[in-house]
Nanobody, 114 residues
Framework: QVQLVESGGGLVQPGGSLRLSCAAS????????MRWYRQAPGKQRELVAG???????NYANSVKGRFTISRDNARIAVHLQMNSLKPEDTAVYYC????????WGQGTQVTVSS
């Protein structure tokens, strides 16, 4: 019943910005952690950023200082503000919400290219 709907991906030039959003449709109880992962062509899926229910955040070194993860208090949603995008940020981005089980978004393509 629960679905995570992602939006905000697309094509952007190097140095540009995108804001990814992921909202839960349906009921999720006791959300613990919300995360963004990405998988680039020919590479393994990696953790990009995470935020706990208490607001603690962590980032991959490759995006630190450029990306910001945030969550909505009123609804189950997580966002990823991506600034100063680089070609190496090109990947399919997946949101993940961890509660008693793990929920995944469908993935959204982010392409950084001239």
């Amino acid at each position: 019943q629960v679905q995570l709907v992602e939006s905000g991906g697309g094509l952007v030039q190097p140095g540009g910005s995108l804001r990814l959003s992921c909202a839960a449709s349906g009921s999720i109880f006791r959300v613990n952690v919300m995360r963004w992962y990405r998988q680039a062509p020919g590479k393994q899926r990696e953790l990009v950023a995470g935020i706990t229910s208490g607001g603690s955040t962590n980032y991959a070194n490759s995006v630190k200082g450029r990306f910001t993860i945030s969550r909505d208090n009123a609804r189950i949603a997580v966002h990823l503000q991506m600034n100063s995008l680089k070609p190496e940020d090109t990947a399919v981005y997946y949101c993940n919400i961890q509660s008693s089980r793990s929920y995944w978004g469908q993935g959204t393509q982010v392409t950084v290219s001239s």
